[in-house]
């Protein structure tokens, strides 16, 4: 058990849609980062917040966007959603700097039909 | 070139058997090397961190690493069944705290 939390676990959208994920962080974490993981793939980096700003991004489009909280939550918007956005999307929380952990939450299962 | 490469696999081995998985990177600037377990539907769970060369030992688990090859592994001695999953290899974005996965290796253990 990691302490970070995403919700909801699925979700069914169909293409075109917009889907909102949440995630909490460990108690006392101050960076999230958001993954997407698509089946027989390596989680792929989407973007990383640290107290509330974006803190460096990956190569996904602009219809990829984020948003971190006082409190360390966070949130990953998708909209217009493609076939292609179809993966499990990973939330990880950390104190930040390089040698630190990322400790990844259970996930949200996304299906764009 | 990938930035991270692992050899997908399967890797089987027998029960008891010291398992070997290797991961090799391209930037020669990354300083943080992890390794993650995944089960099948479940998320990545760390198992092993790595910073320096050398090799680094945590129960039945030892990471290598060798920056001068771009290459670290993970040795699992007394393989069990239960070992049974994906291992990611991971290594930090140069000079960040972000992470480049490799697909993965499935390794299966047999009784």
């Known amino acids: 058990e990691t302490g970070v939390t995403q919700s909801p676990t699925h979700l069914i959208k169909t293409r075109g849609q917009q889907v909102t994920l949440r995630c909490s962080s460990q108690?006392?974490?101050?960076?999230v980062s958001w993954y997407q993981q698509a089946l027989g793939q390596g989680p792929q980096f989407i973007f990383q917040?640290?107290?509330?700003?974006?803190?460096g991004r990956g190569n996904f489009p602009p219809r990829f966007s984020g948003l971190q909280f006082p409190n360390y939550s966070s949130e990953l918007n998708v909209n217009a959603l493609e076939l292609d956005d179809s993966a499990l999307y990973l939330c990880?929380?950390?104190?930040?700097?390089?040698?630190?952990?990322?400790?990844f939450g259970a996930g949200t299962r996304l299906s764009v039909l | 070139q990938k930035e991270v490469e692992q050899n997908s696999g399967p890797l089987s081995v027998p029960e008891g058997a010291i398992a070997s998985l290797n991961c090799t990177y391209s930037?020669?600037?990354?300083?943080?090397f992890f390794w993650y377990r995944q089960y099948s539907g479940k998320s990545p769970e760390l198992i092993m961190s790595?910073?320096?060369?050398g090799d680094k030992e945590d129960g039945r688990f030892t990471a290598q690493l060798n920056k001068a090859s771009q290459y670290v592994s993970l040795l699992i001695r007394d393989s069990q069944p239960s070992d049974s999953a994906t291992y990611l290899c991971?290594?930090?974005?140069?000079?960040?705290?972000?992470?480049?996965f490799g697909t993965g290796t499935r390794l299966q253990v047999f009784p």
């Open positions: 990880a929380s950390s104190l930040g700097g390089r040698t630190n952990i990322q400790y």
């Open positions: 108690s006392g974490h101050n960076t």
């Open positions: 917040y640290y107290r509330e700003e974006e803190n």
């Open positions: 930037d020669r600037g990354s300083q943080s």
């Open positions: 790595i910073y320096s060369n």
């Open positions: 991971a290594v930090n974005i140069r000079n960040t705290d972000k992470l480049i």
